[in-house]
């Protein structure tokens, strides 16, 4: 997990506010891991935390929404501009664990680790089907049906998919386990959905971080029992149901 | 000798930057970045005497050049420190400092009377804490309430002790001469500063306790102030901190008379982010013709 500061690929706009920028990077990436990325000239003091949404062995690819100032920085970035890159840092899923059928389950941003786990996945010759809930418009939806081979889409307008939260299309029972990464209120009904069919559940949180290495403790989240588990460290993936939603 | 070479109370450093508490855990999540034991010391996170579980909630938000943090001094205690986190520490070759903070005088020195027996090279009083009993104003801001507390840890604590101020004290430089007189080896300042942030949809503090502490490159002049006041005002080291982020800003500090400083929010930066302080101070002596730093400490 080196920190370097590279050239980046390319930064482009695929739908309104979500950016896709490619990185150079070598060596090994888990499923669901992330980097801190800052550019070194910015104004921003601090990096952000952003997930692996595709990885070849050579190019790092991210999906970032923009919300504000170290994000919109990264919006201006162009191709050959310096990016700082530490990571991959966090546990990732536990992909060598899971059996059966898995679901995927993404909601807005939090689709783009679901490609790459979803790659990770069947490379390793396991059975999966992607869900994503959007609020319009879908984005990466061709890339992640390509990776999983198998996609349903729920949009909050109706106008694509089914009409309604990704929920609302997801039947835990069918599954061996449950994957998921989106908005903390889809997070936590994914897991009572899971908790009460009895399917094992991992949520991918996400939190503000400072270090994102485990050492400053800004980012933790309280479990069952009251204790903070660090977002950064020991996750951002936990079993559903050992987070105290809020 | 290197030219970065530090004395610092009796301990020698292999140069003056040491990372601060609170900001670098206890080394071990650092060193797949860096070699740890490039750096003059370390500091560990704030400790008390029973293990705390810190604040619930948003515990970090960033500000222009800065950050507000919550964590609310959430460390494993000081028995459980000495018997798990220290031995992870004292693998790096560097100075060791524990810092230790308490609600209650009581709390502070049972903590330090534990730490006397430890194989720690340095104990660093952290005062900034609030009072239990006194109605939760921090030790750190009257320097009659600080001289009690530090008067009472000298007594158990025989190494070097350090006391690190906030800068909400009253008076920083009567802070200092209070510790001083106390008993303090060395004085280092500054902690964080109060900082509040609102978030304007929800129309509520963004933290749960409102208020939080302020550091980052933000609060550098303020700190650099401070220093500059309390160095001219205790016979005993200064440690400057606040802000530090590159070589240049740690030399501005030991211009304004600190014997070492220590780096904190930087470490976020970019993980390796002292060894490159290190060596931008270097470039800058080679560059200004100074062999040593006490050529330049205090100089203004
Ligand atoms: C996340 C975080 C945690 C901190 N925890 C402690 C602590 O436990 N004890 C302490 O004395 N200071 C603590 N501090 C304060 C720093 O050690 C330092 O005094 C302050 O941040 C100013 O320096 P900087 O601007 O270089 O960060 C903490 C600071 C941060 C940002
Ligand atoms: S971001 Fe520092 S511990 Fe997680």
């Known amino acids: 997990m080196p920190c370097n500061t590279v050239p980046i690929g390319s930064n ?10 490619e990185a150079p990077f ?50 201006r970035l162009q191709a050959g501009d310096k ?48 869900l994503c809930g959007y609020r319009d418009v879908p984005f990466y939806a ?71 290495i485990g050492a400053c403790l800004v980012c933790t989240c309280a479990d069952k029992d009251g204790k903070n588990r660090r977002t950064c460290k020991d996750g951002p993936v936990f079993r559903g149901e050992e987070i105290d939603f809020a | 000798m290197h030219k970065l070479e530090t004395t610092l109370c009796d301990l020698t450093l292999k140069n003056p930057i040491i990372t601060a508490s609170g900001t670098f855990g206890y080394g071990e999540e650092f060193s797949p970045y860096m070699d740890v034991s490039r750096l003059g010391g370390i500091c560990s996170k704030g ?36 018997e798990n986190e220290l031995p992870i520490m004292r693998k790096f070759d560097t100075a060791i400092i524990a810092n230790m903070g308490g609600g ?36 750190g801001i009257k320097a009659d309430v600080a001289w009690r507390v530090v008067n009472q840890v000298r007594k158990v604590y025989r190494g070097k002790m350090m006391v690190k101020l906030s800068p909400n004290a009253e008076d920083i430089v009567a802070m200092a001469v209070a510790c001083e007189e106390a008993g303090a080896d060395a004085i280092s300042l500054i902690n964080t500063l109060k900082g509040t942030a609102i978030d304007v949809y929800k129309r509520k503090p963004v933290f749960r306790n409102t208020v939080a502490g302020l550091s980052g490159p933000a609060i550098k002049p303020v700190a650099l102030r401070m220093v500059w006041e309390v160095a001219k005002a205790v016979e005993v080291p200064v440690v400057g901190l606040g802000g530090i982020a590159t070589g240049m800003d740690a030399i501005e500090f030991i211009m304004a008379g600190a014997t ?11 993980p390796h982010i002292c060894l490159d302080i290190i060596e931008e101070m270097e470039a800058f002596m080679e560059s200004q013709g100074i062999q040593e730093l006490s050529e330049i400490r205090g100089c203004i």
Request: hydrophobic share 40%.
């Open chain 2, 104 to 139: 209650t005088i009581e709390e502070y020195v049972e903590g330090a009377a534990l730490l006397d027996k430890a194989d720690i090279d340095m104990l660093e009083l952290n005062i900034s804490c609030p009072n239990v009993k006194e109605g939760g104003m921090a030790f």
């Open chain 2, 47 to 82: 400790l008390t005497l029973n293990p705390k579980e810190g604040n619930y909630g948003v515990r970090m938000w960033e500000t222009p050049s800065g950050m507000l943090n919550s964590v609310g001094l959430q460390n494993p205690g000081v028995a459980h420190f000495i």
């Open chain 1, 83 to 130: 990016l700082t890159l530490t990571g991959p840092l966090g546990n990732g899923f536990p992909v060598e664990e899971l059996q059966g059928k898995i679901a995927l389950v993404g909601g807005g941003i939090g689709v783009a680790p679901m490609v790459y786990t979803a790659k990770v996945l069947r490379q390793m010759g396991k059975d999966v089907h992607a």
């Open chain 2, 260 to 270: 070492a400083v220590q780096v904190g929010t930087a470490n976020f930066v970019r």
């Open chain 1, 26 to 75: 070598s060596g090994d990436i888990r499923a669901g891991q992330f980097f801190m990325l800052k550019c070194p000239e910015g104004a921003a003091l601090l990096p952000r935390a952003i997930s692996v949404c595709d990885y070849d062995g050579e190019t790092v690819t991210f999906l970032y929404q923009v919300v504000g100032r170290g994000t919109g920085e990264l919006s």
């Open chain 1, 12 to 21: 482009k706009e695929i739908s309104p506010g979500v950016w896709r920028l």
């Open chain 1, 142 to 212: 061709d890339e992640l049906e390509q990776a999983a081979g198998a996609l349903d889409i729920a949009t909050e307008t109706g106008n694509h998919g089914a009409k309604g939260f990704v929920t609302g299309i997801l039947e835990p029972s069918r599954y061996d386990a449950v994957l998921c990464c989106g908005p903390e209120p889809m997070m936590k009904a994914v897991t009572g959905q899971c908790m009460a069919a009895g399917t094992p559940v991992y949520v991918s949180l996400e939190n503000k971080m400072a270090c994102g």
